[in-house]
DNA sequence: TCAAAAAGCGTGTATATACTCATATCAGCC
DNA sequence: GGCTGATATGAGTATATACACGCTTTTTGA
């Protein structure tokens, strides 16, 4: 069987992996982009959020809540850490870590929570906030799926 | 200004980047579990496919079209180039690089091409073929927002 | 014709991502 | 107390991603 041009220009555009990665690198370039006086990258941001939202929780579970691998959270907290924004220290059961945001984190979170918006309005003004709210529920059927 | 807990919940729910790199990173995994007996990555796939359907593009107009970094797509041809899945070569414009699918390419992508369409039925199941369709509408609207 | 601008690309560097394998700790049971 | 399975994590490796810088080639305009 050998497919023909159509069919590879249909894949191509049809496929759920390319268009959700596309749309990822283009969006988050513009969120590296709106917070470059910060200092922080999105992702940085999204992690320290995190924590400073759910306060300490082991890395494999935060890692669970974020739908993220357990590895890749370890080692963007790590940079977090080697920039003095959050600490690791080890907990009362030996095996985890306790994370805390240091007030320096606080901080840097607090001053970019601007840029971040203003990014986020740029983006979702594409939609209005309905059918983005729409959309952000069908995304997180497609996560479920995958699994 | 502090911000409470419960903004920075609203915030890390909401986030446009977080929620699309979520979904791109799960939904990315499910396709790559799916590709494995084919030694493909989606990553790989996708590039593949680009030029088999579209013929020879300078990598730059191609990255463009993709919605990828030049670079980025520059290293993803070499990685496929070292599999002998396509070839590259100094084109008439000297400046540019002639870039082709080699038979072996040809053939690897269409032995991946039903594993591919497993996870595609499998993730898109979530929505459906319409839903899906309009999904990929509003994924495109967002990703032209952020320029 | 030739210098400047533009086009196309590669490399260096940093981050993000995830799989595999190895290690340390804990809980429960005998 | 000590073994065993479960839990939590780190390290090694490979790929994906993109920004800044610089090089070569082509094009353009005087």
Same mark, same amino acid.
């Given at each position: =069987?050998? !497919?023909?041009?159509?069919?590879?220009?249909? =894949?191509?555009?049809?496929?759920?992996?390319?268009?959700?990665?596309?749309?990822?690198?283009?969006?988050?370039?513009?969120?590296?982009?709106?917070?470059?006086?910060?200092?922080?990258?999105?992702?940085?941001?999204?992690?320290?959020?995190?924590?400073? =939202?759910?306060?300490?929780?082991?890395?494999?579970?935060?890692?669970?809540?974020?739908? =993220?691998?357990?590895?890749?959270?370890?080692?963007?907290?790590? !940079?977090?850490?080697?920039?003095?924004?959050? /600490?690791?220290?080890?907990?009362?059961?030996?095996?985890?870590?306790?994370?805390?945001?240091?007030?320096?984190?606080?901080?840097?979170?607090?001053?970019?929570?601007?840029?971040?918006?203003?990014?986020? /309005?740029?983006?979702?003004?594409?939609?209005?906030?309905?059918?983005?709210?729409?959309?952000?529920?069908?995304?997180?059927?497609?996560?479920?799926?995958?699994?």
């Amino acid at each position: =069987m050998v !497919l023909d041009k159509q069919q590879c220009l249909l =894949m191509a555009h049809t496929c759920a992996c390319f268009s959700l990665r596309r749309a990822a690198r283009l969006v988050s370039q513009a969120f590296d982009q709106a917070l470059k006086p910060t200092g922080l990258r999105i992702t940085q941001f999204s992690v320290l959020a995190a924590y400073h =939202m759910t306060g300490d929780l082991g890395i494999g579970k935060m890692a669970k809540g974020l739908g =993220m691998d357990r590895t890749t959270l370890s080692r963007n907290l790590k !940079l977090l850490a080697s920039k003095g924004l959050v /600490t690791l220290e080890p907990a009362e059961d030996r095996r985890e870590q306790r994370v805390k945001v240091t007030k320096r984190g606080a901080r840097a979170f607090e001053k970019a929570a601007p840029y971040w918006q203003q990014a986020q /309005t740029k983006v979702i003004s594409a939609l209005g906030p309905d059918k983005w709210a729409a959309v952000q529920q069908d995304l997180r059927a497609l996560a479920r799926a995958a699994k």
